[in-house]
């Protein structure tokens, strides 16, 4: 079984920094896409920002040029560096890792931390 753990959800005021990192933890032979997925209150759910196994990166039009995915594979985390951080901001981010485990693929949800940004 593979868990999801992530951190470092907080209030902040607009235009200030936060850091978001999620980490895979149980029987995992490789990650391939790890994503950030954000939910607000009372809309849908959207993608944040995407890292293939490889490094590249993709970001949602909202995000771009404020916020940096990375990956750590030694240590089957992710991170989500926000920057410049707006009141639209404000949603439970939730990390999301496509994960092979022997021989099957299996999409894996962290649990959400959540980010209020508020002045």
């Not at 990650?31 to 809309?43: E, F, L, V």
């Not at 990956?71 to 992710?78: E, G, L, Q, S, V």
């Not at 496509?98 to 508020?118: K, M, N, P, R, Y």
Request: proline fraction near 2%; aromatic fraction near 8%; include cysteine.
């Amino acid at each position: 079984q593979v868990q999801l753990v992530e951190s470092g959800g907080a209030l902040v005021q607009p235009g200030g920094s936060l850091r978001l990192a999620c980490a895979a933890s149980g029987n995992i032979f490789r990650i391939h896409d790890m994503n950030w997925i954000r939910q607000a209150p009372g809309k849908q759910r959207e993608l944040v920002a995407s890292i293939t196994d490889d490094g590249r990166a993709n970001y949602g039009d909202a995000v771009r040029g404020r916020f940096t995915i990375s990956r750590d594979n030694a240590k089957n985390a992710a991170y989500l560096q926000m920057n410049d951080l707006k009141v639209d901001d404000t949603a439970v981010y939730y990390c999301n890792f496509v994960i092979l485990t022997g021989l099957a693929f299996h999409d894996v949800w962290g649990q959400g931390t959540e980010v209020t940004v508020s002045s």
